[in-house]
T-cell receptor
C-alpha cells in the first residue's frame, strides 16, 4: 500500500526567505507525485505534479519540486516566499497504473512572517 | 469552465440527526471522489466512482454513510445518524480517467459540525 510522510507539520519562515517542505513516500510500484495547496476555507489546488521525465518539476507561484527515486522523496521548494504563500501544503501519491486514487500526507502548515 | 461545486458549504447539526452533501463535478469528468478531511489532517478517501459505479468504497463506514451517483454526474453523500466524530470537511473531487495525468480537481468542501 502507498503512504506519504510529510516530515514537518509546521514550517515558519520570514518573507523573502527560501523554503523547503519535505515529503517521503512509500510505494512498491511506479508512482505519480503531487503537491497541492489549501488556503483557509478553500479546497485543494494543484501546485505541481511529477508523472515521468525530468525529475525537476516546476509549478505555479514559483514553486518547484524534485523527484528522487533512490530516496523516495519529492521535496517542495521556493527560493523566496511571500506572505500570500501562507497555507497548508499536501504531498500526495498515486500509482502510475492509472487508478487515480490519491493518498495524501498529513500536511505542512507554512507560515510566512513579515 | 466551472469547477467542482459542493453544497452546503457549512452545516451544523446535533448528533443523531441526518445530513446530506451534494457535489456537481466538472463537466465531462467521469471519476468522482468523496474525501473526508479531519482537522489538521490530510484528506482520506471515502469512496470513488467511475461513472455510476462505486469502484472503491473500502473506507466508507457503511453502517451510517451512504453515497450515490445517479446518471454518472452529480453525487450525494449522506450520513445517518451523525456522530460527534463525523465533524470534518467533506471534499468532493473529480477527474477524467482518460487524461492520464492523475490530477484531481477539488471543490471547496462542506464543513460539518456535529454538536
Amino acid at each position: 500500500a502507498q503512504s506519504v510522510t510529510q516530515l514537518d507539520s509546521q514550517v515558519p519562515v520570514f518573507e523573502e526567505a527560501p523554503v523547503e517542505l519535505r515529503c517521503n513516500y512509500s510505494s512498491s510500484v511506479s508512482v505519480y507525485l503531487f503537491w497541492y495547496v489549501q488556503y483557509p476555507n478553500q479546497g485543494l489546488q494543484l501546485l505541481l505534479k511529477y508523472l515521468s521525465g525530468s525529475t525537476l518539476v516546476k509549478g505555479i507561484n514559483g514553486f518547484e519540486a524534485e523527484f528522487n527515486k533512490s530516496q523516495t522523496s519529492f521535496h517542495l521548494r521556493k527560493p523566496s516566499v511571500h506572505i500570500s504563500d501562507t497555507a497548508e501544503y499536501f504531498c500526495a501519491v498515486s500509482d502510475g497504473g492509472g487508478a487515480q486514487k490519491l493518498v495524501f500526507g498529513q500536511g505542512t502548515r507554512l507560515t510566512i512572517n513579515p | 469552465e466551472a469547477g467542482v461545486v459542493q453544497s452546503p458549504r457549512y452545516k451544523i447539526i446535533e448528533k443523531k440527526q441526518p445530513v446530506a452533501f451534494w457535489c456537481n463535478p466538472i463537466s465531462g469528468h467521469n471519476t468522482l471522489y468523496w474525501y473526508r478531511q479531519n482537522l489538521g489532517q490530510g484528506p482520506e478517501l471515502l469512496i470513488r466512482y467511475e461513472n455510476e459505479e462505486a469502484v472503491d468504497d473500502s473506507q466508507l463506514p457503511k453502517d451510517r454513510f451512504s453515497a450515490e451517483r445517479l446518471k454518472g454526474v452529480d453525487s450525494t453523500l449522506k450520513i445517518q445518524p451523525a456522530e460527534l466524530g463525523d465533524s470534518a470537511v467533506y471534499l468532493c473531487a473529480s477527474s477524467f480517467s482518460g487524461s492520464g495525468t492523475g490530477e484531481l480537481f477539488f471543490g471547496e468542501g462542506s464543513r460539518l459540525t456535529v454538536l
